[in-house]
Nanobody, 121 residues
Framework: QLQASGGGLVQAGGSLRLSCTASGLTFRPYHMGWFRQAPGQERELIAAINRSGGVPYYVDSVKGRFTISRDNAKNTVYLQINGLKPEDTAVYYC????????????????WGQGTQVTVSS
C-alpha cells in the first residue's frame, strides 16, 4: 500500500514537502506519480518520476515550483512544493504504475489515501 503524508494549511508563498511511502510491495520497479484533485475538478497527474529516477514529468501549471524525487532505499517518493498558490489547494495523491507510459495518468493503478493541502491567500 501507499501512505501519503505532509499536507497541511499554509499561507500563499509557503512550502510543503509531501511524502509517500510504500509498504508490502517492491518499490523499485514502479514508476511513481503525484496527482491532485481540487473540489469539483477531475484528478490530474501533476508530476511523475520513472523507476530509474530519470528526468521527471511535470504538468505546466507546476513547473518551476514542484519537484518530485524518490529514494528507493526508503521506498519513498517526495513532492517538494514551493511558492504555494491558493489554486494549489487540493487533495494530493500518490500512485504507482508499471506502465511504459508513466507520463500518462491511465497507467497508475495503485493509490495512496490522499493528503489535503490548503493554501490561504
Amino acid at each position: 500500500q501507499l501512505q501519503a503524508s505532509g499536507g497541511g494549511l499554509v499561507q500563499a508563498g509557503g512550502s510543503l514537502r509531501l511524502s509517500c511511502t510504500a509498504s508490502g510491495l517492491t518499490f523499485r520497479p514502479y514508476h511513481m506519480g503525484w496527482f491532485r484533485q481540487a473540489p469539483g475538478q477531475e484528478r490530474e497527474l501533476i508530476a511523475a518520476i520513472n523507476r530509474s529516477g530519470g528526468v521527471p514529468y511535470y504538468v505546466d501549471s507546476v513547473k518551476g515550483r514542484f519537484t518530485i524525487s524518490r529514494d528507493n532505499a526508503k521506498n519513498t517518493v517526495y513532492l517538494q512544493i514551493n511558492g504555494l498558490k491558493p489554486e494549489d489547494t487540493a487533495v494530493y495523491y500518490c500512485a504507482a504504475s508499471q506502465n511504459v507510459n508513466w507520463r500518462m495518468a491511465v497507467g497508475y493503478k495503485l493509490w495512496g489515501q490522499g493528503t489535503q493541502v490548503t493554501v490561504s491567500s
